[in-house]
Structure formats: C-alpha cells, structure tokens
C-alpha cells in the first residue's frame, strides 16, 4: 500500500483541488510519515514555481498593518511591545488561569471539598465562564456566582445576579442555582436567572429542558416548561408565570441589550448595570412610559438620544465628581420632564 | 537573474539584522502572498494559511538578529514554512479523521453512491448534512463518531437507552447515505432510476 515515492500527478491534483478520496488519503500518508524527503522535494519545487511579488490580499494587508503597528510601539519604547502585546492576552486569561491554578493547588490537599471559588463580572461586562463538571454559561455585569472547586453529591452554585445556564446532563447528579428568594433545580438544560440584589423580582427563564423551581425550604414549587418565565414577586411574595420569547432574555449573553416593553425604571436599571453609571429619574411621571428596543454595540449616549426622541423626557451627563478617597465616582445621569 | 534576487535580498537581510521595519515590510510584501498561496494549496481554507503567513514572518522577526545573509532567504522561508504545513496539516488531518471513516462506513460498494471523485465536496456535503440533523440524533452521531464515546457512555449522558443511541445512529447513517445518494448519483444510471422508481 505505502508507496515509497508520492504521486506527482495525486500531488497536483490535491494542490489544484480537484482530487479523488484515493489521492487524498495517499497524499495524507505522506504528510504523515516521519521524515518524507520525498514529499519535501516536491514541495520545494512547488513553492520555487511559485512567483513573489504579487499583490497581497485583504488578510494579509491586515496582518501587515498590525506588524506594523507592533514594530512602531517597539521603536518608541524598546522592547515593551511584545511584552504589551502579551499583557493584553494575559489580563484576558488572568481570571481562568488564576481558577486553573488553584484547582490545582487544591486538589493536591484533602480539604478540596470545602473549597469555593467566586467569579465576578465588574460591572459593564459579560463573563463566560466553565464549571467544573463542564457546564458553562455566562455572568451579567454586577453579578457574582460561587461554586465548590470540586462538586459533591450535588452540584450547588451560588448566584446573585443575572446568569444564563448550559448544564451538562448528569441523571445522578442535580444541578441547582441558590439565590436568596429560590432555588433552580435541573438535571441538565438551559436557562437563565435573574436575582439582583437591588431588585424587587426574581426570574428565570428556561430555553429548553425541565427546571423545578424550589423555596427556600428546598420544596418543589413549580416545574417549568420551555419559554415560560417565572417570576417572584420579593415583595408581595408572589409567583406568576407567563409566556415568553427566551431568546430574548438571553440575548444579553450574545451583547444584545434588549427591552421589551418595560418601564423606564427598568430600563435604566439595566442601563447602568450595562454601561457601569448611575441614574436619577427626577420625575415620577416618566416611570409610566414603556419601551421596546434592542441595541447592539451602541454607546450610551446614542441609546438615551433615542429614547429622548419617543418621549418627552430630557437627560443630562453630570460631571465626574471626586470622593473623599481621592477616586471618582460613576457618571451619573439626570432625566427629568422635558 | 536568481542570483540579483539574492543579492537585493540579502541587503534586506542586512538591514533587517539591524531591526530595520522598512526591510521587513519590504520582505513581507514580496514573499507574503505567495507563502499563503503555497499554503493554501494543501491547507484549503484561508484562515488557516494566513495562519501559517504570521507565524513564519514572526519567526523571521524573532530571528532576525541570527538570519544568515548570505545564502537563500527563500529556502529558509520554505523551511519554516514547510514545517509549518506539516504540523497544520496532520493536526487538521487528525480531527477530521472521523469523517474519513464515516465515508468509508457509508460506502460499502452497493450503492450507486460516488463517494471516490470530488472528495473535497464530499468532505463538505458530509459537514453539511451532519449539521442539518435534528438536534439530538445530530449530538449522538457526533458524541458516537467524533469523539469515539461508547454507546453506554451516550446513553447515560442523555438518559436514554443504549438501545435508542444505537437507532438514532443507524438513523443516521440511513439518512446520510439517502442525502449522498440523491447528490452524488454516480455508477450506472440504470440503477439510480431504479432507486428513483421503488
């Protein structure tokens, strides 16, 4: 079967793109094997008929500009720009790898079964994350979800705030999201739950499977169904369920910032957990007004001209003021009665 | 003629050592697309050779203080290059390794099926008719075939039979070869209206 030589004409038609599953599978074993001078031969000859010179194409003008771009920090500060480049990888990875790290550490002793390990997703950002049983997700901005290093007889995460859920199906081992109000029980689906601390409501909202939802005492509530969304009501200590779209509750996760009909009370909720500011509605009449919208990659500014446009409200950007750390504050917003 | 080339190359080589960006550019606008030509022939897919372009370039800029200036800039660049392809291309060999014996399963001779010629459109229709399965069948086929799970381990994970999983694949494979079978009618025509009339 193997042949000492490769093809030359099973070569050229695997480089033209035009070749058969025999071709293919030849031209694969070639590739393979240890030290194929052969093939290398005719590689060189290829590569030597090929000409220099040509115009190079959109990626690779790309490419280009960035070399570039990577040679002109080096110039100004000798040295530091690889190292800058790497920085910037490296703040991106710091989290995951900093978990990595002390899964690892911990795994070595014998207390590993205590050990809870936070993630928290500052404000204005959306962290993906993974779980030690491979499930994975995403955390809203402002929100922080605790888990065990290594799962036990359950697996227990803690949240508060908004998170969106890809459980991995395990028959023997249930999944259960703890908030304060509730617990959400799955054996493997996905959904997503809201329980912010400054709200009046806890929601979750299922994409497919089947989730119970516990009380705080761990008795079974209610079992939902795909597409609903059930609401607790902190407050009244009530529970509703309703009809919903889930994609659009869990389009945030995808960088959609979406309302659906809500009040302005809740949009600004969400626009500042979003864009990391604080508001302040100066006139009660404007809690009333509703809005549907979805944005995508918008900056602050062009979101609140839109809204400004459909109601009769007007907004200021207060400056910046110092606290008495030395620190500044939030931007803050001021909407009143235009 | 070749011999002009290496010089001009050589001078560039020259200023490089000296961490020259120009002498860079000037080298990567020469050599640059015809690296990702060359590689694009045996890795196929355009990301995958600009892959290839950045990673030998920066290998000559890390370098650039060791390159030799008097022999052949484009055989070094070929070296790394060809390395580089290598690697790409067995990994890439590797992963899609499954959809190989899948075809190889799919084919058992008695149907009218070409699976031999065109096999990179094969290759491709296979992707595509994997990724039009429905949800479940599509995860168990690829849990089975890719990743070489057991069918116990299968069922345990979706909580279903063992007797189920291995349905949903001899579903899957039937449906496949029914897609192939409609878009790569090969061997006699007799026999695809044959099938056409049943």
């Known amino acids: ?338 | 003629m070749k011999n002009s080339i290496r010089n001009i190359d050589s001078e560039l080589l020259i200023s490089l050592q000296k961490g020259d960006h120009s002498a860079f550019e000037k080298l990567f606008l020469k050599y640059g697309q015809k690296l990702f030509v060359f590689a694009v022939s045996y890795l196929k897919q355009k990301s995958e050779a600009e892959e290839i372009v950045q990673e030998v370039f920066m290998k000559v800029w890390k370098n650039r203080e060791r390159l030799k200036t008097d022999t052949s800039f484009q055989s070094y660049l070929f070296t790394i290059a060809y390395n580089s392809i290598r690697k790409s291309f067995n990994r890439k060999a590797q992963v899609n390794q499954f959809k190989e014996e899948v075809i190889d399963q799919l084919d058992n001779g008695d149907d009218p099926i070409d699976f031999e010629n065109n096999y990179q459109l094969v290759i491709q229709r296979l992707d595509q008719f994997i990724a039009e399965m429905p949800e479940r069948r599509k995860n168990v086929f690829v849990r089975r075939k890719k990743h070489g799970k057991s069918l116990v381990e299968i069922a345990n994970e979706y909580d279903i039979s063992v007797k189920t999983v291995e349905n949903q694949i001899t579903e899957a494979m039937k449906y496949l070869k029914r897609r192939f079978a409609e878009d790569f009618p090969g061997g006699l025509l007799f026999f695809s209206l044959f099938l056409e009339s049943r």
């Open chain 1, 1 to 338: 079967m193997s042949e000492k030589k490769i093809d030359r004409e099973r070569l050229r038609r695997f480089v033209n793109g035009n070749y058969s599953r025999t071709d293919y599978k030849q031209v694969k074993q070639h590739f393979q094997s240890g030290a194929d001078e052969n093939l290398r031969e005719e590689l060189k000859e290829h590569w030597e008929g090929l000409s220099a010179n040509q115009p190079l194409n959109g990626g690779l003008e790309v490419m280009l500009e960035r070399f570039r771009k990577n040679h002109i920090k080096k110039s100004e500060a000798k040295g530091k720009s690889i190292l800058r480049y790497y920085q910037r990888i490296a703040a991106v990875l710091f989290i995951p790898v900093l978990l990595a790290a002390s899964l690892w550490i911990f795994r070595t002793t014998k207390y590993q079964e205590n050990i809870m390990a936070t993630i928290h997703s500052p404000a204005g950002a959306r962290t993906e994350f993974v779980l030690p049983d491979g499930s994975k997700g995403w955390l809203n901005g402002g929100s922080q979800l605790t888990y065990p290093v290594v799962f036990s007889e359950h697996r227990d995460v803690e949240l508060e705030g908004e998170a969106y859920f890809e459980v991995v199906h395990r028959s023997q081992q249930k999944f259960r999201v703890k908030t304060k109000a509730l617990t959400v029980q799955v054996l493997g689906t996905s959904f997503n739950v809201a329980a912010y601390a400054d709200e009046s409501a806890v929601n979750v909202i299922l994409q497919e499977g089947k989730v119970q939802i516990l009380n705080t005492e761990d008795q079974l509530t209610y079992t939902m169904n795909p597409d609903e969304k059930f609401e607790l009501d902190l407050l009244k200590n009530e529970a509703t369920v309703s009809q919903v779209d889930a994609s659009s509750y869990t389009s945030w996760t995808k960088g959609f910032l979406r309302f659906d009909g809500e009040p302005l009370s809740e949009v600004v909720k969400k626009l500042s957990r979003w864009y990391h500011v604080d508001f302040e509605i100066r006139d009660k009449r404007l809690q009333d007004y509703n809005f549907k919208a979805t944005f995508k990659d918008e900056q602050l500014d062009e979101i609140l001209r839109l809204i400004s446009l459909t109601t009769p409200l007007k907004y200021r950007i207060e400056e910046r003021k110092l606290n008495k750390q030395g620190t500044y504050m939030k931007k803050k917003i001021i909407i009143e009665w235009q």
